[in-house]
């Protein structure tokens, strides 16, 4: 029957690229299918009925097979492609204005001095970073259908695709304004022979963020 199953779903992944990510879904899929497949057959069902079930509950896997060929660089079509292309453009235009917040986050220091500088410096790398973190958070996701398994890995990579867009906006804006304080630092205080220290408490924290993430995992 593992055989039958491998052949069904080779016909199914006809059109999917040939690479690692492809082999490792249809091994996810093929390894369900046939303890779906034994857990229908220990409950009476005939060999004949629990094949048929079991398929069944593969659903449609084309949104699954266009974001693989998406991953590939092969241009899918429809509407979850025209989704991802101006997604693509807003995330560009987004994080141009974050890096240029960012950039200009130490000018309100340099001419406004005291703790009105340091505030307004504070409220502009909050916005950049919390623009960063919302676009991370809006990338479209895949339509719902009924709940399938072709559904659940759709859910399992969305929710792992944006862990890693959150993680990748978070260690971008530590670095940022571990630069922006650097300088700060630097210019106020005069003291360049010792302020490098400060990249090596950002190194420091960026370990420890990535420690909470895995953690969570």
């Keep these: 029957m593992n055989g039958k199953f491998r052949d069904h779903l080779d016909a199914l992944f006809s059109e999917a690229p040939d690479n690692r990510k492809t082999v490792e879904i249809k091994e996810e899929i093929l390894q369900n299918l046939c303890a779906k497949y ?3 057959i220990s409950q009476g069902k005939s060999g004949e ?12 896997i084309s949104d699954l097979i266009g974001e693989l060929k998406e991953k590939a660089g092969v241009p899918p079509g429809g509407e979850h492609a025209r989704s991802m292309e101006n ?7 987004v994080s141009a204005i974050a890096v240029m917040m960012y950039i200009l986050s130490v000018v309100p220091i340099i001419f406004l001095g005291g703790s009105a500088g340091v505030t307004v410096f504070f409220i502009i790398i ?4 919390g623009l960063l973190v919302y676009e991370s958070q809006s990338k479209p996701g895949w339509r719902k259908d009924d709940e399938t398994m072709a559904e659940e890995f759709r859910k399992w990579r969305e929710s792992s695709s944006k862990k890693k867009a959150v993680m990748e906006s978070i260690f971008s804006a530590i670095w940022w ?3 922006a304080l650097y300088f700060v630092v630097s210019f106020v205080t005069g003291a360049w022979y010792i302020t490098w220290v400060i990249f090596l408490i950002a190194g420091a924290v960026s370990n420890i963020v990535k420690a ?3 953690l969570r995992k």
């Design 38 to 40: 034994n857990d229908l």
């Design 49 to 60: 009925a629990a094949y048929n079930i079991a398929i069944a509950g593969i659903g449609d």
């Design 87 to 93: 997604y693509r453009r807003r995330i560009a235009f």
């Design 126 to 129: 909050a916005g950049a970073t």
């Design 177 to 179: 304004i571990t630069l």
């Design 212 to 214: 909470i993430f895995d």
